[in-house]
C-alpha cells in the first residue's frame, strides 16, 4: 500500500499519479467544507484545494505519510475567503439542526427547545470567534484531525493548538445555557448517542 | 450535551459529495495534471480568463445532470492530427534561430497600424479548445479518465479595441462549434450536453473585461498593452526579464520564457518592435527547435517552433509565415496522449489576425 507521500514522490514523474490523493482524500474534505461553506461553495474549495496541492506538490513535508493534514490546511485556507458565506451557512444549519434534534424526539420538550436555543447561540458564537480559533476548533470537531494533524495543517505548534482548542471550547460553553455549560462530557472523536436525560 | 457532542450534531447535517460534484472534481483535477506540461505560473492571466469559462461549464452540466464538461485551458488548436512529437523535427536550433531571425527582421519593417478616432483594431482570434466529456456516472467512484471521450470545440471571436485605448472594448465571443470527436461514444457524449448557443458581447473599458475579477489589475500582466508597453526591446534584457517573471514556475526558466513569448504574441496587440525583440529573444532560449517544417493552423501553413522538452505531457508550437514573419498561430500537441487522446493530437490551436475597421459592427 503506497503511502501519499508515496505518492507525492511519484507524482514528481508521473503527475496522473496524483489523482489518487482525490479518491483518498475529497469525499472528507468535502464533508467539511460543507460545514463550514455549504455544499455548492465546499465543491469549489475542493476543487481547487486539489489544484493547489497539485501545484504545490514539490513543498510537501515527506517526513509525513499522510497528506491528509496538508489538505485540510489548504482546504481551511481557501476557506476564509468565504467568511461571509459561512455565517450564512451557520444560519441554516443551525436551522436544520434544531429541527433534527426536535426529530429525534428524545428528551423532554423543554430540553428540545433549550437544545434548539443552544444550537443557535452556539453558530453565533461560532461566527464570531476569532478565525484562527475557529479554524482549529472545526479541524478538531468535524474534520477529525488529531492535535498534531492540527498543528501540521495549520503550521503552529502542538501548544498552540491546545490553547486555541481550551479558548474556543471555553467560548462555546459560555454561549450555552448553564446546564449544558456545566457538562464535560467527552473529548473523543466519536458521535455520542443523545443524551435521555 | 456539552458545546463538542452539539457542535457534532450540528455537523451531521453537512452534506456529502454527490457523484457528480466527486466526478466534477477530479475531472478538474485531471486534466490540470494533464495540461500542467505546458501550464506556467506566468501564464496564469491567460488561464484565469478561461477558469470563468470553465466554470460556467461545469455549471451548465450540473444543471442539465447530464455529463462532466471541463474546458481546458489549453487555447491551442490546429489540424486534428498532428506530429508526434519530436519526431519529425527537421532542424536544430540553428534552423529555428533563423526562422526567428527573420521573422523579426520582417516585424521591424512593418509599421503598426495608426488608428484615427472612431476606428478600431479588430483582432480576430480563431481557437480551438479540448471539451472533456464523461457518461453519467451513477456510483460513488470517480470517473477514469480512460473511460471519458472528448471533443475539439472551435470558434471565431473578434476583439475591438478603440484608437483610444483606455475607452470601451468589445469583445464579441460566439459559441463553439464540435470539430472532433475523441472516444467511442464522443458524439452520443455530445448530443448530450447542453452546449450554450449564445453569442456572448463582452465590454470593458481598457480591455478590463471582467473587471473586478481578476487577481491582478490589468497593467500589471505582462500581456495586457500596459504590461507589453514596459517589457525591454533588447532581446537579452527580455530574456532575462521573462526569466525573473516566470520565477522558480516547475517546467524550468527555459520553458517558461518560451510559454510568456507565446502568451504574448497570440495577444496579436504586441507592436511590431516588441515582435521583433520577442523572436530575437526566443532565438536564444536553448532547446527552441523547429518541430514541423510546414505546419497549417487555419488553413494556414508555415514553419512550427517549439522548445522540445520530451519528458514534458504537451508541447506548444508558434507557427511563423517564413516569408513575412507574421505569426500564424500557435498550437498545442499532446505528445504522450491521456485518455482518449491518442499522443500526437493537436488538442487546441489559436490562430490571430488584425485588421483595421472604421467602427463597430452592429451587435
Known sequence: MNTDSDIIRQSEHLPTAFGELYDRHASHLFRYAAGRVGSSAAEDVVGDTFLTAFERRATFDHEWENARPWLFGITTTLIRKHRRMEAQNFRSVASATAFVINDDRVGEVSDRIDAERNIRALTKTLTRMAAADRDTLLLYAWGDLTYEDIALALSVPVGTVRSRLNRARRTLRASLSPEHSAQEVDHGRTHPAPQNA | ?363
Open chain 2, 1 to 363: 450535551m456539552d458545546e463538542l457532542t452539539l457542535l457534532r450534531k450540528m455537523h451531521d447535517t453537512a452534506d456529502d459529495p454527490t457523484a457528480d460534484q466527486l466526478r466534477a472534481g477530479k475531472a478538474r483535477l485531471m486534466l490540470e495534471i494533464a495540461t500542467s506540461g505546458q501550464r506556467t505560473a506566468a501564464a496564469t492571466s491567460r488561464r484565469r480568463r478561461l477558469r470563468r469559462g470553465l466554470t460556467l461549464g461545469i455549471a451548465a452540466t450540473s444543471v442539465a445532470a447530464l455529463a462532466t464538461v471541463v474546458m481546458i485551458a489549453a487555447d491551442v488548436v490546429g489540424p486534428t492530427r498532428a506530429p508526434d512529437g519530436t519526431a519529425i523535427s527537421s532542424g536544430a536550433s540553428a534552423a529555428a534561430a533563423e526562422v526567428l531571425h527573420n521573422a523579426a527582421l520582417a516585424s521591424m519593417k512593418m509599421s503598426d497600424p495608426v488608428l484615427t478616432p472612431g476606428q478600431y483594431l479588430r483582432i480576430e482570434m480563431a481557437q480551438s479548445y479540448l471539451m472533456m466529456m464523461g457518461p453519467e456516472n451513477t456510483t460513488d467512484e470517480a470517473p477514469d479518465i480512460n473511460l471519458m471521450t472528448a471533443v475539439l470545440q472551435s470558434s471565431t471571436d473578434n476583439q475591438y479595441v478603440p484608437a483610444d485605448t483606455s475607452g470601451e472594448w468589445v469583445w464579441v465571443r460566439p459559441p463553439m462549434q464540435p470539430v472532433t470527436f475523441f472516444g467511442e461514444h464522443a458524439e452520443e457524449d455530445y448530443a448530450a450536453q447542453t452546449p450554450s448557443t449564445e453569442t456572448e458581447i463582452v465590454r470593458g473599458l481598457g480591455g478590463d473585461y471582467y473587471a473586478g475579477q481578476q487577481l491582478e489589475p490589468d497593467a500589471e500582466r505582462y500581456d495586457s498593452l500596459a504590461g507589453m508597453a514596459k517589457l525591454p526591446r533588447d532581446p537579452q534584457a527580455l530574456l532575462d526579464h521573462l526569466y525573473l517573471l516566470a520565477g522558480d514556475a516547475g517546467t524550468g526558466p527555459d520553458a517558461e520564457a518560451f510559454v510568456l513569448i507565446n502568451d504574448v504574441l497570440r495577444t496579436g496587440m504586441a507592436p511590431a518592435d516588441l515582435r521583433a525583440a520577442l523572436f530575437e529573444a526566443a532565438a536564444l532560449i536553448p532547446g527552441v527547435e523547429i518541430t514541423e517544417d510546414s505546419a497549417t493552423v487555419n488553413g494556414r501553413t508555415g514553419v512550427a517552433i517549439a522548445r522540445v522538452d520530451t519528458t514534458r505531457d504537451e508541447r506548444s508550437d508558434v507557427i511563423i509565415d517564413p516569408d513575412t514573419g507574421m505569426v500564424i498561430g500557435e498550437r498545442t500537441v499532446s505528445l504522450k496522449g491521456w485518455g482518449p487522446i491518442p499522443a500526437g493530437t493537436v488538442t487546441g490551436w489559436t490562430s490571430v489576425t488584425t485588421t483595421v475597421v472604421d467602427g463597430l459592427p452592429p451587435l
